[in-house]
């Protein structure tokens, strides 16, 4: 009954977030800082993951192929779609939401508890829609800017873990990333990044809305943020894999 | 003037408030006193609306702020500044940007108009020249001062204080209270204060209103809370060792 309750007033919320801004200057200035916050700020993590990731999956991909009937370009070609469909924008979205997510609910949690959130609401702020939606459209413009980022350093990073273990040549590596190459996936990827991102950032923000007590109570919140922006990304793919490939 | 009439107020299966009704005036410092876990901030929270009350009415000059939507309550509480217990000065924004803040949101002001709105309102406050400070830079009296200075900055009708002595040592104490009372008459706007400083009912209440058990358990003035044989008032006020001897030497005096 309470994960029924807990639905319910996330919608509720999601309808005040959704609201005219009150100023639009300060809407953009707001926006700008997100921007920074949520996605510049992301971006370091996001190229020591994927790069690794990609060496990783390239590495693996190599050192498995044992049958003389699969071309050398399977590794190039592995690499490129595992990445494209699956571990650029689900994994470094899962990641994201342990980096964003606990910023998030954390952030907006002492705003709460500390009576700032009070504060805004007594000047006749719509607090919600002042402290999420900016968020949420950071999110929304620059995860799947992170993603390509992602897609690319992930790819970078095969080839640079083949130049320097040498299982296969980079020639057959480059020439299996450009085979079969689908622009759709491309699409598909980042519809599910803009989904991912909006949900790490709604459920996060409603985690640290709704927070109450003292200090315990936020890291508590920022924890149930994480966990639930986790799960939700899990069950969206599997609903969006459903709907866009199959 | 904010008139509140029969206020009940529950959280879940707990009532708070019971038919409190009172009258703050305009020109005048309204304090609300009581013990811990009275419901006196509970009041307060109702009168502003950050808490949907049970029953009763809110009237703020005659309007009356339960029976009002969103938009209509929107515009109420820009007549209403408030000063938080632990100031809540925004984090990210320096002591100038946080005065600045509600007049960026509401006024068609510019730039330099809402740069002399702060400075006019910093300089109130007696914290000229310390605008690019953020608040974790700030003593917990200056925070005050800036949250003043960010109540004022709207030129409002109505200043709401919820215990604005906590944390603060008796010189800063007197300080804040001095200032509360100034603005209040200067401006004739209507002030409630949140206190259970004794030292504050005696130097700004002009109106006190004392809560107990969710009820309106008295009302009166500084020199009547101090006659007074009502026995939770006498317990209250005179809690202390100190303030005892007071009493006792008063008394003493009086038989005399």
Redesign the interface.
């Known amino acids: 009954m309470k994960i029924l309750g807990n639905i319910g007033k996330y919608f509720l919320m999601m309808k005040v977030v959704f609201t005219k801004p009150?100023?639009w200057g300060?809407f953009w200035q707001l926006l700008l800082n997100e921007i920074q916050l949520i996605g510049i700020n992301s971006i370091p993590i996001v190229i020591l993951m994927s790069s690794f990731m990609g060496g990783v999956i390239a590495l693996q991909t190599a050192s498995n192929m044992s049958s003389p009937l699969l071309p050398a370009y399977t590794v190039g070609y592995i690499t490129q779609s595992s990445t494209i469909l699956e571990f650029s924008p689900t994994i470094i979205s899962l990641i994201l939401a342990g980096k964003v997510g606990s910023n998030i609910a954390s952030e907006i949690g002492?705003m709460r508890i500390?009576?700032?959130i009070?504060?805004l609401?007594?000047?006749?702020?719509n607090s919600l829609n002042h402290l999420v939606l900016p968020k949420i459209i950071a999110a929304i413009l620059f995860f799947p800017i992170l993603v390509i980022f992602s897609m690319f350093m992930s790819l970078m990073g095969g080839y640079i873990s083949l130049v320097l273990s040498d299982l296969t040549s980079t020639e057959t590596y480059i020439l299996g990333i450009r085979a079969f190459f689908e622009v759709g996936n491309i699409y598909y990827a980042l519809t599910k990044t803009v989904v991912f991102g909006f949900l790490i950032v709604s459920v996060s923000s409603f985690y640290g809305y709704y927070a109450k007590g003292g200090a315990l109570q936020v890291g508590e919140s920022s924890t149930k943020a994480v966990v639930v922006s986790m799960i939700s990304i899990l069950i969206a793919n599997f609903i969006l894999t459903q709907m866009i490939l199959l | 003037m904010i008139e509140v009439k029969n206020i009940n107020k529950s959280f879940k299966d707990h009532q708070v408030l019971f038919d409190v009704s009172s009258t703050f005036e305009k020109g005048r410092v309204n304090l609300i006193i009581g013990q811990s876990g009275q419901g006196k901030s509970v009041l307060a929270k109702c009168m502003v609306g950050l808490h949907e009350i049970d029953g009763g009415q809110i009237y703020f000059d005659g309007r009356d702020f339960a029976a009002m939507n969103r938009i209509e309550k929107t515009q109420i509480r820009q007549e209403i500044g408030m000063l938080f217990q632990g100031s809540a000065l925004f984090d990210s924004l320096t002591v100038e940007q946080n005065v600045m803040f509600p007049l960026t949101m509401f006024t068609k002001m510019t730039k330099k108009e809402i740069q002399d709105r702060v400075d006019f309102c910093l300089d109130r406050v007696n914290l000229s020249g310390k605008n690019k400070l953020f608040p974790s830079e700030c003593s917990g009296g200056m925070q005050k001062r800036v949250g003043i200075a960010r109540a004022i900055a709207m030129n409002p009708k109505y200043l709401f204080c919820d215990e604005p002595n906590s944390g603060l040592d008796p010189i800063t104490s007197i300080l804040i209270d001095g200032l509360i009372k100034d603005i209040t008459y200067e401006y004739d706007i209507t002030t409630i204060v949140i206190t259970h400083d004794m030292s504050s009912v005696m130097e700004i209440g002009d109106h006190i209103l004392f809560i107990h058990k969710g009820n309106n358990w008295w009302e009166g003035d500084r020199e009547s809370i101090i006659n007074t044989e009502n026995p939770e008032i006498i317990n209250f006020v005179y809690a202390s060792e100190f303030m005892q001897k007071i009493r006792t030497s008063m008394q003493e005096k009086k038989h005399i």
């Open positions: 009150k100023k300060i002492t500390t009576e700032q009070d504060a609401e007594i000047m006749g702020v």
